[in-house]
Every structure is written in C-alpha cells, then in structure tokens.
C-alpha cells in the first residue's frame, strides 16, 4: 500500500504543481508529501520532480512515470470498484 500511496502522492504533485498544494488536497503535511517522493525517488533510483523557486516540473523520467502512475492508479480504483 506504501507505494501506492507514493505513486497517489507523486500524482497529485504532477496535477496541482507543488508539494503544499498537494499536501493540502491529500489531508496531509508536507513534510508527509516530500518523504513520500523521497522513497519513490529512491526506490526508483531517477529524480522524478525539478524542484525550483517558481515551482515544481516533472523530469523527464517523471514525466513517464506520471504516465504510468495515472494508469497503475486508475486500474487500482477499478479493482476497488469491481469488488
């Protein structure tokens, strides 16, 4: 479940654009949100997230991964759904 919740967390940083605002969307702390990525990052061993003053922006990596994030999510939900 850890890295669902990692892969929901990362999600919602590539849809709202920062780790505050994702954090507020997830009910949880940032501090929360950045060690989530942290361990994605390095179970992954790739930086996912460019983090800079005006933002944050998906590397390329993080870019394939959002991509497969979204799916891997998506069929998660259906098998909630469906059961």
């Known amino acids: ?3 669902l919740t ?3 967390v990362f999600q919602t940083i590539g849809e709202t654009g920062s780790f505050s605002a994702a954090a ?3 009910g949880q702390t940032p501090a929360f949100v950045t060690k989530r990525i942290q361990i994605l990052e390095s179970t992954l061993g790739t930086t996912l997230l460019s ?3 005006r933002g944050v922006a998906l590397t ?3 870019q394939r991964c959002y991509e497969h994030a979204q799916a ?3 069929s998660y ?3 909630v ?3």
């Open 1 to 3: 479940m850890d890295r």
């Open 6 to 8: 990692s892969l929901r």
């Open 24 to 26: 507020a969307a997830l």
């Open 51 to 53: 983090r800079s003053a």
């Open 60 to 62: 390329e990596s993080g």
């Open 72 to 74: 891997i999510l998506a």
């Open 77 to 79: 939900q259906h098998l």
């Open 81 to 83: 759904d469906d059961v």
